[in-house]
């Protein structure tokens, strides 16, 4: 069955220090990579996706995500977080192609303390 | 930019009634889906629609749902007979064959 797993249910970060939220995800076939955030009283938002192509994908806000095949690993970093990062983010993952259905991890809380 | 857009944000019914969420999705998109999430968990997958008709449900996607395209521009879901474990919040999204889904902003259903 497809799933995602992301490591981190709550973290708290310093302003400025740095951001490593993992996902690893179990698909069979051509995967689809997503990471989405969910700042406070908004609806999903699109931080970056993985198609194909370069691995190292630079996403909005300054966040990049590596795809890692042989570890079924899609990792989101930021060098230096901002109180405004404050959030949960979510990593998601698809079948290749035109249909665009996703499973989502569970999510992570973040939280920048200024 | 183009957005999905989910009315109303915020719902409350009772126990045993119908409700109808609606969302409009983005004009030119052709594949549409249903999400919930019910509070403190993940987000998870109900049903997907694509040329009129359901192309794939979870096992969450029971008898009491039903979704719907009734004209060209909306996208509903039904709940026919509500229970409590029906609250959470309800988010639509639609794709087109070349990018990834766009969500709504959610309804947040309570059911009391």
């Known amino acids: 069955a497809q799933s995602v797993s992301q490591h981190n249910h709550h973290v708290i970060l310093s302003e400025a220090a740095s951001l490593e939220l993992g996902c690893n995800y179990s698909?069979?076939?051509?995967?689809?990579l997503f990471w989405y955030v969910q700042y406070p009283g908004q609806h999903l938002q699109l931080l970056l996706k993985?198609?194909?192509?370069?691995?190292l994908v630079k996403g909005i806000k300054g966040f990049e995500a590596e795809f890692i095949k042989s570890k079924f690993s899609f990792n989101l970093r930021k060098p230096s977080v901002q109180w405004s990062d404050t959030a949960e983010y979510f990593c998601?993952?698809?079948?290749?192609?035109?249909?665009?259905?996703?499973?989502f991890g569970i999510g992570t809380k973040l939280q920048v303390i200024p | 930019e183009p957005e999905v857009t989910q009315t109303p944000s915020h719902q409350v019914t009772q126990m045993g009634q119908e409700v109808i969420l609606r969302c409009v999705p983005i004009?030119?998109?052709?594949?549409f889906y249903w999400y919930r999430q019910i509070l403190g968990q993940k987000v998870e997958f109900l049903v997907s629609?694509?040329?009129?008709?359901?192309?794939?449900k979870s096992e969450i996607f029971d008898d009491q749902f039903s979704v719907e395209r009734p004209d060209g521009s909306n996208f509903t879901l039904k709940i026919r007979s509500t229970k409590l474990e029906d609250s959470a919040m309800y988010f639509c999204?639609?794709?087109?064959?070349?990018?990834?889904?766009?969500f709504g902003q959610g309804t947040r259903l309570t059911v009391v």
């Open positions: 999204a639609s794709s087109d064959s070349h990018s990834e889904a766009f």
């Open positions: 004009s030119n998109h052709l594949y």
């Open positions: 998601a993952a698809g079948r290749g192609g035109g249909y665009q259905k996703v499973t």
């Open positions: 993985y198609f194909s192509g370069d691995p």
């Open positions: 629609f694509y040329n009129n008709e359901i192309s794939e």
């Open positions: 698909y069979g076939g051509t995967v689809n």
